[in-house]
């Protein structure tokens, strides 16, 4: 290379050396008045709306979350009191078919209904002791939409009297 020469990387130029402020280690230098100093205003306003739609969305997920766990609530707080009053029913008295209802609360209400149950046909005449099944019917909510649950159980009781009628299963 002859004195005045200066490799650039591409090839071989011949005079001043270049000013260090346009001096790139690039082998493809970007001049300097194209280069990018941020963003513009249409790349900040496309992520706004891009954050906003996620936002959107999850707040729905959130929300629909809220109300999910919320029935899982009321359900279980059914079943809760379900699960009390057919353990309570028929315990100091003896079982007697026929229907009851009442409220637990401002909120929840049953009906219970009892029958005699059999898998064969009627019952035996003078047995000793007899099944029932024991219906539940738990509601809450507003009475024009009720929300309920149905709970079914057996119970072991004495003999049918002699005036009561087979109930089919």
Excluded at 120 to 127: C, E, K, L, M, T
Aim: glycine share 10%; hydrophobic share 40%; net charge positive.
């Amino acid at each position: 290379m002859k004195p005045g020469n200066r490799d650039s990387g591409i090839g071989v130029r011949q005079g001043a050396p270049a000013p260090a402020a346009r001096f790139c280690h690039s082998p493809f230098p970007i001049p300097h008045s194209r280069r990018q100093r941020g963003f513009s205003l249409l790349e900040v306003i496309a992520a706004i709306m891009l954050l906003a739609i996620a936002f959107t969305a999850l707040m729905k997920v959130a929300g629909a979350s809220i109300g999910l766990t919320r029935n899982a609530a009321e359900y279980s707080q059914a079943a809760m009191r379900a699960r009390s009053l057919l353990d309570s029913a028929f315990v100091g008295e003896a079982v007697k078919p026929g229907n009851r209802s009442g409220r637990f609360d401002t909120q929840y209400r049953w009906q219970l209904d009892v029958r005699p149950w059999n898998t064969g046909g009627p019952a035996v005449p003078g047995a000793p002791l007899q099944l029932y099944q024991l219906d539940l019917t738990v509601s809450w909510g507003p009475q024009a939409h009720p929300r309920a649950a149905h709970f079914r159980t057996l119970r072991l009781g004495g003999p049918l009297a002699s005036g009561q009628a087979q109930a089919a299963p």
